[in-house]
T-cell receptor, first 111, second 114 residues
Framework: AQRVTQPEKLLSVFKGAPVELKCNYS??????LFWYVQYSRQRLQLLLR??SRESIKGFTADLNKGETSFHLKKPFAQEEDSAMYYC?????????????FGSGTRLSIRP | EPEVTQTPSHQVTQMGQEVILRCVPI?????FYWYRQILGQKVEFLVS????????KSEIFDDQFSVERPDGSNFTLKIRSTKLEDSAMYFC????????????FGPGTRLLVL
């Protein structure tokens, strides 16, 4: 079964502290993994994807196939990082790939 | 930067009524999607559309739902006879052929069925 699990509904950290948002997935095959972010009153937007191996807004995520994890990390949290974060995977047998989302983690950065 | 747009932003309807949610995908995109998010739950895939036909649909996408690309710009989701449990945020998304997995989302339409 294809599934994305985000165990934390809410994560609250102080500004400047490290952040780690957990994500585990279940997929038979080689999925594409993503992190989407939704800031207050804004649309869902792609934050990063595992094949890019890039750092966006200081965030990185490493795909660990052994642990089937794709945790999102940032060494020093900023107040503007407060948002809803969704881990997601893309995988489909059809020509158009659907995205399967986790339930999301609300990140709150305290000043 | 081009964006996916959706209209209306909010819709209130009576149970049993038909609703049409509209989306204008990014102009050079060829793949189109609808997702929904019931309040407090995760974003769920409904349907994908490519080359003027449905590519894949979820269990949620039953006979009450249909999609259409009536012209070169719009992509619509119709719910024939709404039920209370159809109340949700509906998101449209699109992607291009080069990076099909990177989907760009619209702002959503909040549907409330009374």
């Amino acid at each position: 079964a294809q599934r994305v699990t985000q165990p934390e509904k809410l994560l609250s950290v102080f500004k400047g502290a490290p952040v780690e948002l957990k994500c585990n997935y279940s997929y038979s095959g080689s999925p594409e993994l993503f992190w989407y972010v939704q800031y207050s009153r804004q649309r869902l937007q792609l934050l990063l994807r595992h094949i890019s191996r890039e750092s966006i807004k200081g965030f990185t995520a490493d795909l660990n196939k052994g642990e089937t994890s794709f945790h999102l990390k940032k060494p020093f949290a900023q107040e503007e990082d407060s948002a809803m974060y969704y881990c997601a995977l893309s995988g489909s047998t059809s020509s158009a790939s659907k995205i399967i989302f986790g339930s999301g983690t609300r990140l709150s950065i305290r000043p | 930067e081009p964006e996916v747009t959706q209209t209306p932003s909010h819709q209130v309807t009576q149970m049993g009524q038909e609703v049409i949610l509209r989306c204008v995908p990014i102009s050079n995109h060829l793949y189109f999607y609808w997702y929904r998010q019931i309040l407090g739950q995760k974003v769920e895939f409904l349907v994908s559309f490519y080359n003027n036909e449905i590519s894949e649909k979820s269990e949620i996408f039953d006979d009450q739902f249909s999609v259409e690309r009536p012209d070169g710009s719009n992509f619509t989701l119709k719910i024939r006879s709404t039920k209370l449990e159809d109340s949700a945020m509906y998101f449209c998304a699109s992607s291009d052929s080069e990076e099909q997995e990177t989907q760009y989302f619209g702002p959503g339409t909040r549907l409330l069925v009374l």
